[in-house]
């Protein structure tokens, strides 16, 4: 796929269905909306477009623009599948790893079995752990490179955890394996993420090979290239040339999907042309990042744990890189207690749930939901969607005609009313988990999706409100019948502190916007900032 400098983001949702288009803007209840917001509303661009806004004061209604409407909420979604989850478990619970043997540990530290790493959807398997024990979060995520142009790398090494479980296989007395390494990934059903690859509970640096350049150098050079992980499961090989400083940008990865992950020899290659002096997009920095997925998560996560393993000193018998030898697992469940050598503690769920929100991680709230499934015995996208159903009508008071969700995330044709979207902010404002789901939002002008949102700020009336309001973002760009973009939805949900020092809850939604690209998405950003801003100074 050819990548342009500014693509259409990826925090974004494309699809390949055709645009619904609506034909005009509903005006009920328009004449409740203050005229600074109004004005906002019947800018140009939005002349075609539905706008939804609700906004609560405890249980007080302040504003209820088309509140029954089931709006595409895009990214939004997450607000129910992560707020969930956070107050089945807990912000301190943890999703531990384990590692077992199958079979008897000589005199010589000679091991006559297998070891089986047992997956427990620890979403980062010590990879973003900062020495704090927070979680590292970077505003120009990852996951978004090859869509956006370009991320930003977070510091911690992405193989800490498969190092530590390494390091504890060693201290628990093997120092070989004479049979195999196989990672048991049966905790819940895969689930096909995106038309890319089938998410299971194991994760290696989020499913990802990160690529950085250097596009610096004399044209017709290689430019300097590194890659992260480095792993013999997945090589990546630099085709890439500086060119001249007027060329045009241009860089490929073939593939970006290398289903040989699991054979030897398996990778991918990137490819083209960066102009003398290129400067990357959107992040100020001048390193270009993009990223290949993990497409087989166990077979890549299976050879990382030996090579780590080798290096903790433990040879293994078998070679790093081949399938994953699910025919070695025993009956599920089986596992003794006496036969654990190590176990890595995973990062505590409140943190995994200010990664998911901070940086809308897709695949991190699909997995929440099917996580969420499993608590209750339902370990499937399907099934825990299906409980999901009940337990927000049974527990949080929504029905499921004021909805309609696919998947964790905010895939497809995501729908919900704002009175759904409201309610639910205003249960988990009141749930044992808030401050832990209110730390997890972005904050206006300050870091996460919200980071850049910052141009109310030339108007110093509404100044105060950067740091101020915390909400979900959510976007859901598609194609029109004549093949243009369009901005189906783009959504922000959360609460405010106002300059009144009171606590609202809050949905603004816009669907049906034409787009030509990021900068006419960025403004329908800055536009609902300058709203959430006008609801911090003036209630």
């Known amino acids: 796929m050819q990548r342009a400098t500014l693509a259409i983001s990826a925090i974004l949702l494309i699809s390949t269905a055709s645009a619904l288009v609506v034909s005009?803007?509903?005006?009920?209840?328009?004449?409740t909306v203050p005229a600074g917001i109004r004005a906002v509303f019947n800018k140009p661009e939005y002349k075609n477009a539905v706008w939804g806004l609700r906004v609560l004061d405890g249980g007080k209604v302040l504003l209820d623009l088309n509140p029954q409407r089931k709006f595409y909420i895009g990214s939004v979604r997450k607000v129910f599948s992560v707020g969930q989850l956070l107050n089945t478990v807990g912000p301190n619970h943890t999703f531990d790893t384990p590692v077992y043997r199958t079979g008897a540990i000589d005199r010589n530290g000679v091991l006559h079995g297998n070891l089986i790493l047992v997956a427990s959807g620890d979403l980062t398997m010590g990879g973003r752990t900062n020495a704090d024990g927070?979680?590292?979060?970077?505003?120009?995520?990852?996951?978004?490179?090859?869509?956006?142009?370009?991320?930003?790398?977070?510091?911690?090494?992405?193989?800490?955890?498969?190092?530590?479980?390494?390091?504890?296989?060693?201290?628990?007395?093997i120092k070989r394996v004479a049979g195999n390494i196989a990672i048991d990934d049966r905790l819940f059903k895969p689930f096909f993420f995106r038309g890319q690859f089938y998410v299971r509970p194991i994760f290696v640096n989020d499913d990802l090979v990160d690529i950085s350049v250097d596009p610096r150098g004399t044209p017709g050079t290689l430019p300097n290239m590194t890659t992260r992980p480095i792993s013999a499961a997945l090589r990546v090989v630099n085709r890439?040339?500086?060119?001249?400083?007027?060329?045009?940008?241009?860089?490929?990865?073939?593939?970006?999907?290398?289903?040989?992950?699991g054979k030897p020899g398996c990778a991918s290659t990137i490819a083209g042309v960066l102009p003398n002096g290129y400067t990357p997009p959107l992040t100020g920095t001048p390193t270009l990042v993009q990223a290949v997925r993990i497409v087989q998560p166990a077979a890549y996560a299976r050879t990382v744990f030996i090579e780590q393993l080798r290096i903790a000193g433990v040879s293994v018998a078998s070679p790093a890189v081949q399938s994953n030898p699910v025919a070695?697992?025993?009956?599920?469940?089986?596992?003794?207690?006496?036969?654990?050598?190590?176990?890595?503690?995973?990062?505590?769920?409140?943190?995994?749930?200010?990664?998911i929100l901070k940086i809308s991680y897709n695949i991190g709230a699909d997995t929440s939901l099917v996580l969420l499934g499993v608590q209750h015995h339902a370990a499937s996208m399907d099934g825990a969607l299906a409980f999901e159903r009940q337990d927000l009508r049974e527990h949080w008071g929504i029905a499921s005609g004021e909805y309609h969700f696919?998947?964790?995330?905010?895939?497809?044709?995501?729908?919900?009313?704002?009175?759904?979207?409201?309610?639910?902010?205003?249960?988990?404002?009141?749930?044992?988990?808030?401050?832990?789901?209110?730390?997890a939002l972005p904050i206006l002008g300050i870091d996460g999706s919200l980071a850049f949102v910052k141009n109310?700020?030339?108007?110093?009336?509404?100044a105060g409100a950067a740091g101020n309001v915390r909400a979900k973002t959510g976007t859901y760009v598609d194609a029109s019948p004549a093949g243009t973009p369009v901005l189906k939805a783009q959504a922000l949900g959360g609460y405010i502190t106002t300059k009144r020092g009171h606590h609202l809850t809050f949905q603004l939604v816009v669907n049906n916007v034409p787009i030509k690209g990021i900068p006419d998405l960025t403004k329908v950003f800055q536009d609902q900032g300058t709203i959430a801003a006008m609801l911090w100074r003036d209630y």
């Open 406 to 439: 696919v998947d964790g995330s905010g895939g497809g044709e995501t729908t919900a009313t704002n009175i759904a979207v409201t309610k639910m902010l205003s249960e988990l404002a009141k749930s044992p988990a808030s401050q832990a789901f209110l730390n």
């Open 328 to 355: 070695l697992l025993p009956q599920q469940g089986a596992y003794r207690a006496a036969a654990k050598v190590a176990e890595l503690t995973g990062m505590r769920y409140g943190q995994d749930a200010k990664l």
């Open 134 to 173: 927070s979680i590292a979060v970077s505003n120009w995520d990852h996951n978004e490179a090859d869509s956006l142009g370009n991320a930003v790398l977070t510091k911690p090494d992405p193989l800490a955890g498969y190092a530590r479980l390494a390091r504890a296989v060693r201290a628990a007395g």
């Open 240 to 261: 890439l040339r500086i060119g001249a400083s007027n060329a045009q940008a241009s860089v490929k990865l073939d593939p970006e999907l290398p289903a040989c992950i």
């Open 24 to 31: 005009a803007r509903a005006d009920q209840g328009r004449s």
């Open 456 to 462: 109310f700020e030339s108007d110093r009336t509404l």
